[in-house]
DNA sequence: TGCCAGTATGTCTAATCTGACATACCATGA
DNA sequence: TCATGGTATGTCAGATTAGACATACTGGCA
């Protein structure tokens, strides 16, 4: 589960230093990347849902395929901002933002 | 509440046209201004709780009171992330950032 | 196996954001 | 009236992020 999470970041572009001193993450650090994961799972499932691939997003938004991708993934060079406007631009609104955040991450869960 | 609400986006730095044409802003702009609104007021509520200055909350960020005083604005020159980070920094967590979202906004509510 | 749609990753340049500083505003109390 | 503490606004240089493009991975199916 800790190796899991630390996948998960890593894959999101986080140099995590190794497993250990995963912990010199701050807490503020921590609820902070938690909160980005949050919005980058709602996002892939609220576009699933939609039944659109990454590449229709992108064209919708105006943007490209590869950055929906790191949206999704909350890459380290994806803003909150670009994931809230991209739910704002596929509908959701400031509740379902909200519900995302109540939400249990589903994957490092287990 | 129309007018008191362009004028809390104009102080914001949203260079807004004239009350008529306010509403060329689009739902999604319109829902991602009144998220960023909502955390805004959320610092600011959560710091006057801590009874703290913004000088004071600036020195614990390692930041200006210039910066705090634009957070709490909702001035265009400050992220999402920027808020999200102080109010983590602050003490606040994923969910106190949830209720924040699902509050009514106090100020142009009247 | 070889294709293909969908997704992921690396790296550029332009645009945006950050903290700092200077300075202005605004109440309240002497 | 004028200090004073707290808050707001404008601007700038350095840091970070955006979209684009190239390219690589992945799973399913002919």
Known sequence: MRADRRRRLERAGWTVGDAGDFL???????????????????????????????????????SSQSRVAKMEAAHRTVSTDLLLKSLFRLGANQRDIARFLNQKPRVHAA
């Open 24 to 62: 010199h993450l701050t807490d503020e650090e921590r609820r902070f990347v938690d909160t980005k994961l949050a919005l980058a799972e709602g996002l892939r499932r609220w576009r699933e849902q939609l039944g659109m691939t990454q590449t229709q997003v992108a064209k919708r938004f105006g």
